[in-house]
């Protein structure tokens, strides 16, 4: 994930911001949807440290090799959009797209509202939440 993401965002005038975006949401995508870790128990995983051992032995469980999770990223004439879309159930996205950071305490669930914060309007999510799209605009065609 970390390598698809800075290449992306290295043509992206705002790579750091979306790094940040692709990086939280392309994780999200893998890890809640493809892998059906929710918000509880990633908390306790990390807590108990067990977050990397439980997401490689979901990686090698039967039930989830099939998964994927898909990255389309199309330039418009001024804009990259990016779509991120996984095989999972969805989630209550609005739940967490309304989430103050400052009032997370917990050891996770920040991603989406820095996410949403650093992309503001353009973060849309759809379905039942297991597909996210943004864009990223040019200043002008010399930025492409």
């Known amino acids: 994930i970390p390598i698809i993401a800075n290449l992306i965002s290295s043509i992206c005038p705002n790579k750091e911001e979306i790094l940040t975006g692709l990086h939280e949401l392309m994780l999200n995508a893998v890890e809640h949807g493809n892998l059906n870790i929710n918000f ?18 979901r990686f090698h469980q ?12 199309s330039i418009q004439k001024n804009e990259i959009l990016f779509t991120i879309e996984d095989m999972g159930n ?19 669930g920040r991603g989406i509202a820095i996410t949403k914060m650093i992309l503001l309007q353009n973060l849309q999510y759809q379905d039942n939440g297991n597909k996210v799209k943004f864009s990223c605009k040019f200043n002008n065609d010399r930025d492409i």
């Open 90 to 108: 969805g989630f209550d996205y609005e739940k967490y797209l309304n989430n103050d950071i400052s009032k997370i305490t917990g050891p996770n």
């Open 62 to 73: 039967k039930q989830y090799q099939h998964k994927k999770a898909y990255l389309d990223c």
């Open 40 to 57: 509880e128990q990633k908390s306790n995983l990390i807590l108990q440290n067990q977050w990397l051992f439980e997401i490689n032995k």
